[in-house]
Every structure is written in C-alpha cells, then in structure tokens.
C-alpha cells in the first residue's frame, strides 16, 4: 500500500459508544494530522504530531483522544461524542523537519455520524 | 499571522472555457503556497505548489497557478475546464515558522457545466 490509508472509511456510532479512527502512512513522514471537516465550515485542524510527539492540540474537546504510537500510525479515539460531532475526518502526514517545503499528504477520510 | 483567503465560495464555468479560482494570502516572508482539490467523500488531493523560482506552477491535471508577489495572490487556473473538474478547491499556506502547520481557505466550489 501506498500513501495514507484511513480506516473505516464510514462509522455510525451513537452516544455512549468507543470506537477509533485509525490512519497509516506509508510514505516515511515523521508528522501525521486529524482535521475536521463538517458542512460548509472552514477545515479544522485538531492535532498534530511530530516525532510521535503532540505538538498541536486546539482546543479539542476531551471526548477525543489522539494516540501516536510510532511515526507511522495514528489514532483517534472517540467516546461519549455528541450529534455535532458528525464530520469527515482526515488524517494527513507530512515531513516536518526545518525547512522542508513539502505538502500534505491527506487519507480519503472517515465519515462518522452520531446518533 | 499565515492566512489564506478565497473570496469566492462558488464559480460556474462552461465547459471549455477558461477557469480561474482566486487566493490571497497574508504572510510574513516568503510564502510556501498549495493547491487541493476535493471530490464528494473524499479526501484532498494535492494540485500543485509555489516555493520559489518561477511564478507560473504548473500542476496535475493541466492545472496551473500564478505566484503575484504585489498582489498576494496565488490564483488557480485552467485554460479549458472540463466537467470533471467540478469538485471543492483549497489554497494553503505552510507556516514558515512552524513547520507541522498549515492554514487552509475556506474552500471554493467549482460547478462546470456542459
């Protein structure tokens, strides 16, 4: 496999539920990226790693929970969500060293609802 | 602060005719400016990039961008849109003085209609 891989790519889930994203990359980047997408707002960025390490965390409600155990992998793990948490969610990587000028590499995404 | 902005939340284009979607943005420095692109439920792919050297980029899918330093604008062009063009566009800007971020527009909607 090739590239950034999310998995599942679609996720019902209700309220008092605990389920995960997953995200893989492939491309030997060493920062991985969870935004938020919802209807017609703006792309939020919600964490960033770098060297496993959090280096983002904007102002995420606790009921998400980002996990990077190696540069390759990335978590969110969700629990008790609400209803307006129901977005597209993307995981991205990057190489993030100083002074590297490259792009986002985004996964096709998560679609969660919450009922 | 690194922003992007795009003024246009939609632009319908005809088929075969020219298409542009505008960006401007508001760095301090040189900026490291992108394009995505975003069909239904997918995730963005990447377009095309200007970090330095020529102004005109040229990119995937016979897109193309012009880096306007006295404008700050980074505008995205084709000069014959197809159909399959229609999707949701982005312009980003890489923090130059963090690395791990990048500031997304709002999105354009491009309609291309036969």
């Known amino acids: 496999e090739t590239g950034v891989t999310q998995t599942p790519r679609h996720l019902v889930m209700g309220m008092t539920n605990k389920k995960s994203l997953k995200c893989e990359q492939h491309?030997?980047?060493?920062?991985m990226y969870w935004y938020k997408q919802s209807a017609k707002k703006p792309l939020e960025l919600m964490f960033v790693y770098s060297l496993e390490e959090r280096v983002e965390n904007n102002s995420v409600p606790s009921r998400f929970s980002p996990e990077c155990p190696n540069s390759s992998h990335l978590f969110l793990h969700l629990h008790t969500l609400q209803p307006e948490d129901s977005a597209l969610y993307l995981c991205?990587?990057?190489?993030?060293?100083?002074?590297?000028?490259?792009?986002?590499?985004f996964g096709e995404g998560s679609r969660l609802t919450v009922l | 602060a690194q922003s992007v902005a795009q003024p246009e939340d939609q632009v319908n284009v005809a088929e075969g005719n020219p298409l542009t979607v505008k960006c401007t943005y508001s760095v301090s420095g040189n900026p490291y400016l992108f394009w995505y692109v975003q069909y239904p439920n997918r995730g963005l792919q990447f377009l095309l990039k200007?970090?330095?050297?020529?102004?005109l980029v040229k990119g995937s899918y016979g897109f193309e961008a012009e880096f306007n330093k006295s404008q700050t604008s980074f505008h995205l062009k084709k000069p014959s849109a197809l159909v399959s063009d229609s999707a949701l566009y982005f312009c980003a800007v890489r923090d130059l003085y963090n690395f791990n971020k990048f500031y997304f527009g709002s999105g354009t909607k491009l309609n291309v209609k036969p």
């Open positions: 991205a990587s990057s190489d993030g060293q100083g002074g590297n000028t490259g792009e986002l590499f």
């Open positions: 491309l030997g980047h060493n920062a």
């Open positions: 200007y970090i330095t050297g020529d102004n």
